[in-house]
């Protein structure tokens, strides 16, 4: 499955974001798909999950309470909300898919820039 991450950019501290991972060429059918994000000089780290199947959540303890993951059967897409943002949440955020057999993401999207200015 090819993923499309979008909806990043310039937001001051306290704002709010919505990121979309979209899946071209087919539905998400039974995958999990994920949040992650990498910022400058450190790992990726995971934020959050969601199943197709049943929309089950799961979420880093470092964002709970302020994102919100959800997805949307009619545009095929797994959003991630993004409250009260803080400078340190500055990062690429990718979205990430596996089959829910699977603990390793096998799938990938290009990374979509969120800034946030203090």
């Known amino acids: 499955v090819q993923l499309q991450a979008s909806g990043g950019g310039l937001v001051q501290a306290g704002g709010s974001l919505r990121l979309s991972c979209a899946a071209s060429?087919?539905?998400?059918?039974?995958?999990?798909v994920a949040w992650f994000r990498q910022a400058p000089g450190k790992e990726r780290d995971f934020l959050a999950y969601?199943?197709?199947?049943?929309?089950?959540?799961y979420y880093a303890d470092s964002v709970k309470g302020r994102f919100t993951i959800s997805r949307d059967n009619a545009r095929n897409t797994v959003d991630l909300q993004m409250n009260s943002l803080k400078s340190e949440d500055t990062a690429v955020y990718y979205c990430?898919?596996?089959?829910?057999?699977?603990?390793?993401?096998?799938?990938w999207g290009q990374g979509t820039q969120v800034t946030v200015s203090s």
């Open positions: 060429g087919r539905t998400f059918g039974t995958y999990v």
């Open positions: 990430a898919a596996r089959r829910p057999e699977k603990s390793m993401y096998d799938y």
């Open positions: 969601i199943t197709w199947i049943g929309g089950r959540t």
